[in-house]
């Protein structure tokens, strides 16, 4: 089915006052609402250095950083290792998964990310040797550096979810939003063939960090609002099941969503972790703490599945050794100046942070300046001058032409840009953040504009 770029009656019904504050609002500085406006920090002099700065990782985080620290330091050497050709816009692929977006859009080349005079080493890391400040490619290749900056991202654990199969995605009734651009292509074609019908649907979550948590409940707003364009609502079940005690870390928006979920007649089961899935037969098995199996028939399941750090990280010293995040792999950072705790010549970007809060792309923007920054008072023999909180955004689809503008930070604050739009009341300007003005935004970070 050909993705169509429609207007619901909700978006129709969007009043003239509304639609000033629309048009009066996309002037701002690059969505300024959700953390994305212009870093506050002052142009300084290019800081003179001959030191070699590895980057692990060009996503968000490793570009953003490579951009800045080709402006902000003077005859540094430094070298990104990433294979990946093509740089994927993940904050869209809820957009394609639900029919929003195209999947053309969320797709662009590295080679035009990458600034001058910036190494690219075509490799991925697979090792890290902090003590001998070097990291070893997969290729064999032995790379030294003097300064680290890993933003790896992370790793989606599918193999502990028994008879999944990433490659069935789209078919029989199986959706993940998460892998890839196609894998978000063919979740829509799944769930459009599901709304068709109608019947029985079961969305998930997992109870490890994961990146764009809000991903498992804008996909369960958005099915629930196709099921009512098509028509089949009134027939459906649509129920929800988090491997925890919650759906959201945050206290506030926890209480929203699931406030608004009674309202449209979504069940909650709680501590109730996918385990097993038989494609064939649209079968999930659901497991307890107590170890517990249920098994239930679907006519679409939307998997998320458990992640953690790659290999790269999880296997080497560069990983939380003990606590809480220990167990995914995750680096090991003070989560106030995101420098390594134990080898201060590295710094973490992005997903691979042990931190209580941060895997969103909004986390990058915020936080990426203030990780240059404390690199290049390091490399001036000074200590970090910046300290982060934490922030993270979320543009929580409830509905087409709807959004809440959620927006929080370490200690579960509700931190919003703008105050005159309410965290907890979704509109039509929330929307057309993430529909439209997020994008560009997002490559103006990439680029290190912003």
Partial sequence: MTVKDTRTEAVQEVDANRRRLLFGASAL??????????????????????????????????????????????????????????????PGYTLVATGVWPVEKVSDRNADLIPSGVEWVKEMVAEFDPEANAIVTDAGHRIEYDYLIVATGLHMDFNLIEGMDVAAIGTNGLGCVYPSPEAAQATWSAMDSFRQKGGKALMTLPSTALKCAGAPLKMTFMLVDRLKQAGTRDTSDVQFHSALGNIFSVPRINQEVLERWAKLDIPVHFNSKLVAVDIGARRATFASPEGERSELEYDFLHVVPPMRAPDSVKNSPLAWQEGGFAAGGWLEVDKDTLRHKRF?????????????????AATVKKSTPMVVQNLIDVIAGREPSQVFDGYTSCPLLVREGAALLIEFDYENRLTPSLPAIDPLQDSYFAWVMKYRLLKPAYMAVAKGRV
């Fill in 29 to 90: 500085p690059v969505a300024a609402g959700i953390g994305l406006s212009a870093s506050p920090r002052k142009a300084q002099a290019a800081l003179k250095t001959n030191a070699r700065i590895v980057i692990a990782g060009s996503g968000l985080g490793g570009l953003a950083a490579a951009n800045r620290l080709a402006r902000e330091l003077d005859g540094a050497k430094i070298t990104i290792v990433d294979r990946k050709e093509i740089h994927n816009y993940q």
């Fill in 344 to 360: 201060p010549n590295v710094f973490g970007i992005g997903d691979i942070n042990g931190t209580p809060k941060g895997k969103t």
